[in-house]
């Protein structure tokens, strides 16, 4: 597979050429009902039993984030799921209350004024996204997917569907908590175009290519890469 760490627009627009249209999302996924199947299987067992078990660990963080800063310890969003469907969905607060944005537009950046010294640690880890695991069992998302963007995003100064044609064909499956794009080392601010670009391209291969192993490969290198000290800010 290439290496999209380096991927140009002209791959991007290789990857996505022939938009996919909504008649079209059937043939996808009922071409892999076997795989759909399994990948959904999946998501109830890791996603029931990770909340049952780290619930005590959940309180635990719920109750530091409120001792460091006033506010709800959840932060809640609504954000683009399946076919362009908008979901809410739900994170560990890592940023002051008065400073938050709830409409996600505002991306954080490297030492953001925003993030508490709590926050950090979370972003960090990535442990701010664990209570996505119950958008995860009720279905709205799935462990693996293009990630979960806010309605109205921008990626270098621009609507992310103007800067990169054929975007929304990445709703053609549900958001995932990881994704082909994170594990290529594409997360973070989308200020630079071309590795904006290379981000929705990973998400459309992954589209056009998915399978339940391919799944099971993306949770295995971000278990990895999360092992090695993560990449979150």
């Not at 299987?41 to 001792?67: E, G, M, Q, W, Y």
């Not at 806010?150 to 621009?158: E, K, P, S, T, V």
């Amino acid at each position: 597979m290439k290496d999209y760490g380096t991927m140009t627009y002209a791959d991007a627009a290789t990857i996505s050429r022939g938009a996919l249209t909504k008649g079209s999302v059937r043939d996808v996924q009922s071409g892999k009902a076997a795989h759909f199947a399994a990948k959904r299987a999946l998501d109830i067992a890791v996603s029931l039993t990770a909340l049952t078990i780290l619930l005590p660990f959940f309180l635990l963080v719920c109750i530091a984030i409120r001792l460091e800063s006033p506010g709800s310890p959840i932060f809640s969003q609504v954000r683009w799921g399946l076919n362009g469907k908008r979901i809410r969905i739900y994170k560990f607060r890592s940023m002051r209350t008065d400073l938050c944005d709830t409409t996600g537009v505002a991306q954080t950046t490297k030492n953001d004024p925003r993030i508490t010294r709590l926050g950090a640690i979370l972003r960090k880890t990535s442990i701010d996204e664990l209570p996505q695991l119950l958008n995860v069992l009720l279905g709205q998302m799935s462990l693996v997917g293009p990630r979960c963007h806010a309605i109205g995003m921008l990626a270098a100064d621009r609507l992310y569907e103007d800067l990169v044609p054929h975007y929304h064909n990445r709703h053609m499956v549900k958001p995932g908590l990881t994704g082909l794009a994170q594990v290529r080392g594409l997360r973070g601010p989308t200020t630079d175009p071309v590795k904006a670009r290379a981000r929705i391209a990973c998400d459309i291969y992954y589209v056009h290519n998915f399978t339940f192993w391919m799944d099971v490969n993306i949770i295995v290198k971000t278990a990895w890469s999360e092992l090695r000290g993560g990449t979150g800010f």
